[in-house]
């Protein structure tokens, strides 16, 4: 009687405190609202980042991402992962690459929206096979021949056995393939094809970072345009610069003021204006620096000459390069359902991706702007870096000095009798060079 007492007086007490208790004033409770607090944190990919500011960035302009806008440009965005993680020698040479292909990707896809070449195929093939019982006329008398067989294959049996092979494996070396009752195949292949020159493009953002555990991801934008693709052709050529002029700006003086962390992230090339308003490139180049016992200044001073060679070569890509880009994909599908009731599965999907930049030579001149050294911010490794230019003035300067270099003495320098050869002239040196006297108006 007293437990039934305390079990209604317990039942009351509870229903009084639900009437008492509001259900807004529950929802405020300590209990459910750290459950509503709960946040699922979503680190976004650098292409997801990058691709989020290019079509803020470009919708601003009445323009968009992969698609030939109004004014002739076109821009694409590819990403690609280092295969050396970030804690790691070799991380540096490793971004490279991964920048290198992320490069190659873009100019793939930009030559897609040209048109490619789809070849394609699929098919498939079923079966359905019932037998009951044994057909009278395929039976037949074992001949000696597979009488002999039995024989030995019985005697290797035994002599497998006896090296210690179980009885089980035995059996599946003796089963034969089973009959399939039915069968299901398909196949199907898509090869893509993209071949072609692209010359004036210029890789206008880049977003990199970390994504979880060994694993450094690097996006780009690159941007074409008919301007730098006539630029492209006046370098190609060697010709006359004919490039409208632009906006006037001193890009040489915030190469020289550019810290080594903002050089860091520079990578590829940079299409600007000097201070006449005429286009110019630079090429940005970057080698990781290795730590050595000793002579460790030797090293610094080869990874300067490994980054000047990437530099360069960074300009002569964005004239031109001629790729040739096959996607292939292939998907296989196989069932098959025995007699015994059994039945096996296959599937197999491959996908392969190739982008090949044929060797190409060009006679290009270029100058030297700045030779660095920095240390990366996420990895801390040492990095060396060169950035060189590509200037009207500096290609005309090259010119007369190429012309000069061919140029053979009329007289022998060792006959008494010739004439002394006129003095050399001096070359005439590019206005656009910074001197001491120039540094102030700068």
Not at 33 to 52: A, R, Y
Not at 288 to 305: I, K, M
Not at 342 to 353: A, D, H, I, L
Request: net charge negative; hydrophobic share 35%.
């Amino acid at each position: 009687m007293k437990k039934l007492t305390a079990l209604i007086m317990l039942l009351l007490c509870v229903v009084a405190f639900a009437k008492a208790q509001n259900p807004a004033d529950l929802a405020k409770t300590e209990a459910v609202q750290e459950t509503q607090n709960v946040q699922n944190e979503i680190k976004e990919f650098p292409e997801d980042v990058l691709t989020n500011y290019m079509m803020t960035a470009l919708s601003k302009k009445g323009k968009s991402l992969g698609t030939i806008n109004s004014d002739g440009t076109i821009y694409i965005i590819a990403a690609n992962s280092t295969a050396r993680p970030s804690n790691m020698p070799g991380f540096i040479n490793s971004r490279n690459i991964a920048y290198s292909i992320a490069e190659l990707t873009a100019k793939m896809n930009l030559l897609r929206l040209a048109g490619e070449q789809i070849t394609s195929g699929r098919g498939f093939t079923m079966l359905e096979d019932i037998i009951e019982g044994e057909d009278p006329d395929a039976s037949h008398k074992a001949g000696m021949l597979e009488k002999a067989a039995k024989i030995v294959d019985k005697s290797l049996d035994k002599a497998l056995e006896y090296l210690g092979v179980s009885e089980e494996d035995i059996a599946k070396m003796n089963e034969s393939k089973k009959q399939a009752v039915y069968e299901q195949n398909f196949d199907q292949t898509v090869k893509s094809l993209v071949a072609g020159m692209v010359k004036g493009c210029a890789v206008v953002k880049m977003v990199e970072g970390e994504i979880g555990s060994d694993d450094y991801q690097i996006a780009i934008c690159m941007k074409y345009s008919p301007e730098f693709q006539s630029l492209a052709a006046v370098i190609r050529d060697n010709s006359e610069y004919q490039i409208p002029v632009a906006q006037v700006k001193n890009s040489n003086e915030k190469m020289m003021n550019m810290s080594a962390e903002d050089l860091v992230s520079r990578m590829g090339v940079w299409v600007t204006y000097n201070k006449e308003g005429q286009m110019v490139v630079y090429g940005f180049g970057q080698q990781e620096v290795r730590t050595t016992s000793s002579r460790q200044s030797s090293a610094f001073s080869r990874a300067y000459s490994q980054a000047r060679l990437q530099a360069v070569n960074n300009i002569k890509n964005f004239v031109a390069e001629d790729l040739v880009a096959q996607e292939t994909q292939t998907n296989v599908e196989k069932l098959r359902e025995y007699a015994d009731g059994t039945n096996n599965y296959f599937s197999r999907q491959k996908w392969e991706q190739a982008v090949k930049a044929k060797e190409t030579s060009l006679n290009i001149a270029t100058e030297q702007i700045r030779q660095w050294k920095g240390k990366h911010p996420v990895s801390g490794h040492d990095v060396a870096g060169f950035v060189v230019a590509w200037t009207p003035a500096n290609a005309e300067t090259a010119k007369q000095l190429k012309e000069q270099f061919k140029d053979v003495p009329k007289n022998d320098a060792n006959n008494p009798n010739s004439e002394a050869s006129p003095e050399r002239q001096k070359t005439k040196k590019s206005e656009y060079i910074i001197s001491g006297e120039e540094e102030e108006e700068l």
